[in-house]
């Protein structure tokens, strides 16, 4: 009688709805188990990824950094030559400059050492002769002058215009000033003491004069 009654229980609860199987909790069961191991997966791989990309953030910042510094060295060393470039090229031009004023005045310092020997010869060619003697030997320091003179113009060494000429401090040296006379202008040369010469545009020497005032 009694297992009777247990087991018409056991049926009862087996009809009811309301009380879930072994089999139905087993099966409800089975899902959320993979998908809370499908959410743990996900979540390492977050993980994984955040972890990657902030180390790779880690490594770029100081290759970042040494690009930086490198890009600074290389824009200072390329300063640094183009200063150079410029400097050498303004070398080269006053070089350059240097050398045409050398060729262009070339033999200066001689040119000025035979200049008082032209005013010796203009000096003995100022001296009067009476016999045939001197006059034979004035004659033959003319030639001596005229040759040199030749010379010196074939070098585009020039005698300085002085006489009856408007005084030029640039060119002209007065030693002694005189009152003007007659029909004079002032500041106008009246004598020449000693002849000036000009080596192209260069003066070498100016003419000593006296001036008129």
Do not use: C
């Not at 010796?120 to 034979?136: I, P, T």
């Not at 030749?150 to 007065?174: G, S």
């Amino acid at each position: 009688m009694a297992k009777n009654e247990q087991a018409a229980a056991e049926d009862a609860l087996a009809q009811n709805a309301d009380f879930p199987s072994e089999k139905d909790l087993t099966a409800s069961t089975a899902p959320k188990s993979a998908s809370a191991t499908s959410a743990t997966a996900d979540s390492a791989a977050d993980l994984a990824t955040d972890a990657t990309a902030e180390a790779t953030s880690a490594a770029a910042d100081p290759q970042a950094e040494q690009i930086k510094t490198l890009q600074e060295k290389v824009d200072a060393t390329e300063d640094k030559y183009l200063r150079a470039e410029a400097e050498i090229q303004n070398m080269n031009t006053r070089f350059k400059k240097e050398r045409e004023q050398l060729l262009k005045y070339e033999g200066q310092d001689l040119v000025k050492d035979i200049l008082p020997v032209i005013d010796n010869l203009e000096r003995a060619l100022a001296v009067d002769v009476n016999d045939k003697n001197g006059e034979q030997l004035k004659k033959g320091v003319q030639m001596v002058y005229d040759h040199l003179e030749r010379t010196l113009k074939d070098h585009q060494i020039i005698e300085i215009a002085a006489a009856n000429q408007a005084f030029d401090p640039t060119i002209h040296q007065a030693v002694q000033t005189v009152a003007v006379e007659g029909d004079q202008k002032p500041d106008t040369v009246v004598q020449v003491l000693q002849k000036g010469y000009k080596l192209k545009d260069r003066v070498l020497r100016p003419a000593m004069v006296v001036v008129a005032q």
